[in-house]
């Protein structure tokens, strides 16, 4: 794998008038399925995501489900299996990490599962406290 996308890109592009909708988008549409993948995880987060939005943003999950089925043809999708949510979840406490950084852990633990050489976030500070091994592949889409 060549790339990994977290879930804030992968919200980013579903909403065409979101400020970050035109590299996200560029960046889903660019990569096949066999360079491109997400985290499994992924797909409960941007469902949340979508179906929470407050007001004229919000979708139904029908619409959601479309979206995610968009998602699971274009992108790869990454599991941890028990041993490596455990280590996961191991080396998370070692780190002092709480609360929802678990998750930007488990985002990044799935990029490295799949050996992507970049993690792309619009959340770039949340992914740098995570090990250098994750640290270093975080980018955002427009660099």
Known sequence: MKVFLDTSVLVATFYGDHEHHAPSIDLFLRFGKKDACCAAHSLAEVYATLTGMPGRRRVGGDT????????????????????????????????????????????????????????????????????????????????
Request: negative net charge; aromatic residues 10%.
């Open 64 to 143: 959601a489900l479309l979206f995610l089925s968009d998602v699971r043809e274009h992108l790869t999708l990454v599991s941890l299996d028990e041993c490596e949510y455990f280590q996961l979840v191991e080396e998370a406490a070692s780190l002092n990490l709480a609360s929802g950084a678990i998750y930007d852990a488990l985002l990044g633990y799935c990029a490295l599962k799949a050996q992507a050489k970049t993690l792309y976030t619009w959340n770039t500070k949340d992914f740098l406290r995570l090990p250098p091994a994750i640290a270093g592949r975080v980018r955002q889409p427009d660099q």
